[in-house]
């Protein structure tokens, strides 16, 4: 992964902060050397393995192309593909690749079809996705004509796809870095938009993410926050005795209303709901690409409003909010 073009762009930018130069650190190849978590060596001796191939045809639609079947012989695509294999599980996408076709456990295209118009137009926008996993999502910002999408996320393997996919489009202004929102030097008061979706649940501090985030954001920036919920009052909060939907890593599941109430108590304002969807087993299933449990497998098979725990099912709300 070449992290010049992000550092050039961090060290030039007209809109430069002295907190900003805190970032520069994460982006060294000594930073990137000592992850040994998530068998960080064995995706970049993966990563190292893959083919040469450039290519001028990207399009970043509900599904991201990069590359077209001409763009090289036919043995390279199959070797290609065994190695697209390899980096199973692919959650979120789809992409196709040199017109291999990855459909993925998530059709997150539905996700960003219900937001992309209700936000604030990312159009010349520096923009932050905290729990990028593979990046999907930024490929969609830059679509929407964002200037720059920096990506975190600490699980490594989700990073690999992204690089993965990055490979063969290295030009584009979307980056990941295998880095928590935790660990991002605090403030930064920098990005016009910051998305935080999926992510809340898994925090067992969710009001410290909330100002993690606002500490991100310029003062004016926007807050796309997307989580589960359950239905119930302000102040109601559901918190599991063990697992939530088969996830062992879920802390708090809030209602809508006390979702809002974290979020003007830690200084945002503005705050609009934009969507409340129920996630379906078309938008979340097992594919060829994701062959293990999914939505269908937490679910009560008898009452789909019922996760297999007995817990009301989740159901998803997005919310955007300003940051004072
Ligand atoms: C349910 S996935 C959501 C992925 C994507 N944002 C989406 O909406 O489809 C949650 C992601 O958040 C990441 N994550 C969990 N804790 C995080 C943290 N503290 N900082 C940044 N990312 C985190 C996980 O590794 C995972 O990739």
Known sequence: MDLKPLQSL?????????????????????????????????WRQRLAALPQISTDSISLGAKVCIGSPDDCAAATLESLRQRLLEFIPWRKGPFSLFGIDMDTEWQSNLKWDRLQHRISPLTQRKVLDVGCGNGYYGFRMLESDADLVLGIDPHIAYVAQFW????????LPLFVLPLSLEQLPTPLNYFDTAFSMGVIYHRRSPIDHLLELKNCLRPGGELVLES????????????????????????????????????????????????????TLDEQRKTQW???????DALDSTNQELTIEGLP??????????RA
């Open 10 to 42: 961090i060290k030039n930018s007209p809109q430069k902060r002295p907190s900003l130069d805190a970032l520069l650190p994460f982006l060294q190849q000594a930073y990137l050397d000592q992850i040994k978590t998530g068998d960080f060596p064995q």
């Open 164 to 171: 993965l996919l990055k490979h063969f489009a290295p030009t």
């Open 228 to 279: 589960i919920y359950v239905d119930g009052k302000e102040g109601y909060c559901l918190m599991p005795e063990k697992k939530y939907a088969r996830m062992n890593n879920v802390w708090f599941v809030p209602s809508i209303k006390t979702l809002m109430q974290w979020l003007l108590r830690c200084g945002f304002t503005d705050l609009k709901v934009i969507d409340e969807s129920v996630t």
């Open 290 to 296: 994701m062959p293990y449990e999914s939505l269908a």
């Open 313 to 322: 099912a989740p159901k998803r709300v997005v919310i955007t909010a300003t």
